[in-house]
């Protein structure tokens, strides 16, 4: 039986509320329940005590980060709630420092994390549309991927020692919805990497 942490990240906006991130929250914890996984859920509106976040994290074998992706990264609050808890972290909860030495201070920078042996995925919402990535003819990503986009999330996490699951990408949230065929591709994807 594993451990999961998942962070929904979203962050209320009149024009946002976060049913589907919440939503893809519900499903993800109801289909690990149902697997016999331990499940804890963290979201942006609770209080969060900086020693309880840590020990959660610790506690977790499978961190889930479901989260919307405002201005090309996460929302605020779960920035600050990154500055928070991850900076704290750094004491040895989530990493020894940076991983560097006094023999090597050149080398090693990243390799301090104290969480390896465990793994995150990042599941994330998109307004923009699929077609805007891995195509060098589109305007605004020039080729790039999701994960292009994300390299700053997954460094954060490989900076604790976490292994990467696939990411899943639901695009298009705003305009374009297709929610039950998102709803069908995040089952499937859970399925496969959990």
Request: aromatic share 12%; glycine share 8%.
């Amino acid at each position: 039986m594993s451990n999961v942490l998942i962070i929904n990240a979203h962050h209320y906006y009149p024009f946002s509320e976060g049913r589907l991130n919440s939503s893809l929250v519900e499903r993800a914890a109801a289909h690990l329940s149902n697997k016999g996984y331990n499940i804890r859920i963290v979201t942006m509106k609770d209080d969060h005590n900086v020693d309880e976040q840590l020990s959660l994290h610790q506690w977790a074998d499978i961190i889930l980060l479901q989260s919307p992706i405002n201005w090309m990264g996460v929302p605020w609050s779960f920035k600050k709630y990154m500055d928070k808890v991850y900076t704290a972290g750094m004491g040895g909860a989530l990493c020894n420092g940076d991983g560097r030495n006094a023999e090597e201070p050149k080398k090693n920078y990243g390799t301090g994390g104290t969480l390896k042996g465990k793994k995150y995925m990042m599941s994330v919402t998109f307004n923009a549309p699929a077609e805007s990535f891995n195509d060098k003819d589109e305007y605004l990503f020039e080729g790039k991927s999701v994960d292009d986009l994300l390299f700053p999330m997954h460094a954060n996490f490989r900076f604790f020692g976490l292994e990467a699951l696939p990411t899943f990408a639901a695009f298009d949230v705003m305009k374009n919805a297709d929610v039950e065929n998102d709803f069908l591709r995040f089952e499937a994807h859970i399925a496969e990497h959990f």
